[in-house]
């Protein structure tokens, strides 16, 4: 019961010192960072000033010591021992600045542990002595650099050669973030054995408002996303001892840089009968190389008679199959067609088809007499001429040629002959 009386009554001395009593002494301690295992700060009493220390020296052995306030990093043993609770990391000691300014004054800043300390004996329990310790942890190279995650960056097709494109920066808990200004960075590719794509080179710039280095990829050779649409990089960041590797993925952007090209089977001649023409006429395919702008679609640009027809898709087709005529039209027929893609403005390929009508055996001979009716005189001398028959045909070919002939006429030998027949004309005089 004593005992619990005297508890109660250092806590409730504590309780008063904490809020009235000012602090007696400061207590500096230096430590090394160790990220393994608890560091032992040092003996208190090895710190205290002569005149605490001779309040306790009569018997050491009879001192109580107490952390004031909770406290997450330093712990005192019974024998006044200070050590960390656990690992001491810097960087969890004390906060890291998430953008520090890299100028050197600032970043001689310190890392300093603050804590209190009650020092009671049997003789001073009314009255325990408040001790403040500070504890400098300096710092090591523990902390390896840090990126985000994958990084894809775009860049337009059409970017210039000395185009910049930023990327990422490291971070280096170290030295309360100060190690980033030191970071060195290198470009690599990600295969092993494989050397970097020439096309892009790592940049790095002083940042303007006193920062860590800012990072860039920059464009030294031209971009043909036909060729190549992505590239991948490893960016690596060094403070010396630690890597940290990102993996870059730049994509390339596809502008309309390339015009539609007509497929190397395209025929642009045609021949088709005028009396059975095929439908549609001709099929049209052209292709285009970009990706976004690769969409091609058919124009029909001339048509001077206007007879044909021309779908997106590509099939000439005859507005009406009946309008061609080979023996009243025109023989050849030539319409300028174009293949447009689908950038903005759009680039296209023209092309002139011909379109060639043959012949077919499609009109009756015709004859033309232009008198009717003859009148002869008996007792002429045969053979007699008579009258000229006109026979002719306005198809060509073995279908325009004619054949004359008369029907019997009943005697024996016949009365009326052709006897010479001369093909002047192979079609009938419009007249």
Same mark, same amino acid.
């Given at each position: 019961?004593?005992?619990?009386?005297?508890?109660?009554?250092?806590?409730?001395?504590?309780?008063?010192?904490?809020?009235?009593?000012?602090?007696?002494?400061?207590?500096?301690?230096?430590?090394?960072?160790?990220?393994?295992?608890?560091?032992?700060?040092?003996?208190?009493?090895?710190?205290?000033?002569?005149?605490?220390?001779?309040?306790?020296?009569?018997?050491?052995?009879?001192?109580?010591?107490?952390?004031?306030?909770?406290?997450?990093?330093?712990?005192?043993?019974?024998?006044?021992?200070?050590?960390?609770?656990?690992?001491?990391?810097?960087?969890?000691?004390?906060?890291?600045?998430?953008?520090?300014?890299?100028?050197?004054?600032?970043?001689?800043?310190?890392?300093?542990?603050?804590?209190?300390?009650?020092?009671?004996?049997?003789?001073?329990?009314?009255?325990?002595?408040? *001790?403040? +310790? /500070?504890?400098?942890? =300096?710092?090591?190279?523990?902390?390896? %650099? $840090?990126?985000?995650?994958?990084?894809? @960056?775009?860049?337009?097709?059409?970017?210039?050669?000395?185009?910049?494109?930023?990327?990422?920066?490291?971070?280096?808990?170290?030295?309360?973030?100060?190690?980033?200004?030191?970071?060195?960075?290198?470009?690599?590719?990600?295969?092993?054995?494989?050397?970097?794509?020439?096309?892009?080179?790592?940049?790095?710039?002083?940042?303007?408002?006193?920062?860590?280095?800012?990072?860039?990829?920059?464009?030294?050779?031209?971009?043909?996303?036909?060729?190549?649409?992505?590239?991948?990089?490893?960016?690596?960041?060094?403070?010396?001892?630690?890597?940290?590797?990102?993996?870059?993925? *730049?994509? +390339? /952007?596809?502008?309309? =840089?390339?015009?539609?090209?007509?497929? %190397? $089977?395209?025929?642009?001649?045609?021949? @088709?009968?005028?009396?059975?023409?095929?439908?549609?006429?001709?099929?049209?395919?052209?292709?285009?190389?970009?990706?976004?702008?690769?969409?091609?679609?058919?124009?029909?640009?001339?048509?001077?008679?206007?007879?044909?027809?021309?779908?997106?898709?590509?099939?000439?087709?005859?507005?009406?199959?009946?309008?061609?005529?080979?023996?009243?039209?025109?023989?050849?027929?030539?319409?300028?067609?174009?293949?447009?893609?689908?950038?903005?403005?759009?680039?296209?390929?023209?092309?002139?088809?011909?379109?060639?009508?043959?012949?077919?055996?499609?009109?009756?001979?015709?004859?033309?007499?232009?008198?009717?009716?003859?009148?002869?005189?008996?007792?002429?001398?045969? %053979?007699?001429?008579?009258?000229?028959?006109?026979?002719?045909?306005?198809?060509?070919?073995?279908?325009?040629?004619?054949?004359?002939?008369?029907?019997?006429?009943?005697?024996?030998?016949?009365?009326?002959?052709?006897?010479?027949?001369?093909?002047?004309?192979?079609?009938?005089?419009?007249?």
């Amino acid at each position: 019961m004593p005992h619990l009386c005297r508890l109660a009554a250092l806590f409730l001395a504590m309780a008063v010192v904490s809020a009235s009593q000012p602090k007696q002494s400061d207590i500096q301690f230096y430590a090394m960072e160790d990220d393994k295992k608890s560091v032992h700060f040092g003996l208190l009493r090895d710190k205290l000033p002569k005149s605490l220390a001779d309040k306790f020296s009569d018997d050491w052995s009879d001192v109580t010591y107490q952390i004031a306030q909770a406290d997450e990093i330093v712990r005192v043993d019974s024998g006044g021992n200070l050590t960390s609770i656990g690992p001491l990391i810097r960087e969890k000691a004390c906060s890291s600045y998430s953008n520090p300014n890299c100028d050197e004054e600032t970043a001689k800043d310190v890392c300093q542990i603050k804590t209190e300390v009650f020092m009671s004996n049997s003789r001073e329990q009314r009255v325990p002595k408040l *001790v403040d +310790v /500070i504890i400098q942890v =300096d710092d090591q190279n523990n902390s390896p %650099p $840090n990126f985000g995650p994958y990084q894809e @960056v775009e860049v337009q097709e059409s970017a210039e050669h000395g185009a910049k494109l930023s990327l990422p920066k490291a971070e280096d808990a170290d030295k309360r973030g100060f190690a980033s200004c030191h970071l060195s960075y290198r470009l690599e590719s990600c295969t092993p054995g494989k050397p970097a794509d020439p096309t892009f080179a790592l940049e790095l710039q002083n940042n303007s408002n006193g920062g860590p280095r800012d990072v860039y990829l920059k464009l030294l050779d031209g971009l043909d996303r036909e060729k190549i649409e992505q590239y991948a990089y490893c960016l690596i960041a060094s403070d010396g001892r630690h890597t940290a590797s990102l993996t870059v993925s *730049v994509r +390339v /952007i596809d502008v309309n =840089d390339n015009a539609p090209k007509w497929s %190397p $089977n395209q025929k642009f001649n045609v021949s @088709v009968s005028e009396t059975n023409p095929p439908n549609p006429l001709l099929r049209l395919n052209a292709t285009d190389a970009d990706s976004k702008y690769g969409q091609v679609h058919y124009t029909l640009v001339s048509d001077k008679n206007n007879l044909f027809s021309l779908t997106r898709r590509g099939s000439l087709t005859l507005k009406n199959p009946r309008e061609l005529d080979y023996d009243q039209q025109i023989k050849e027929h030539r319409v300028v067609v174009a293949a447009v893609d689908n950038g903005k403005p759009p680039k296209s390929a023209t092309a002139t088809v011909t379109i060639i009508v043959l012949d077919e055996n499609d009109n009756p001979p015709q004859i033309k007499i232009r008198n009717h009716h003859v009148s002869i005189t008996e007792n002429n001398k045969v %053979p007699l001429h008579i009258l000229n028959i006109i026979a002719g045909d306005l198809d060509t070919g073995a279908g325009g040629i004619v054949t004359c002939s008369l029907q019997p006429d009943g005697f024996n030998p016949p009365r009326f002959l052709l006897t010479a027949v001369r093909l002047r004309h192979r079609r009938c005089p419009t007249n």
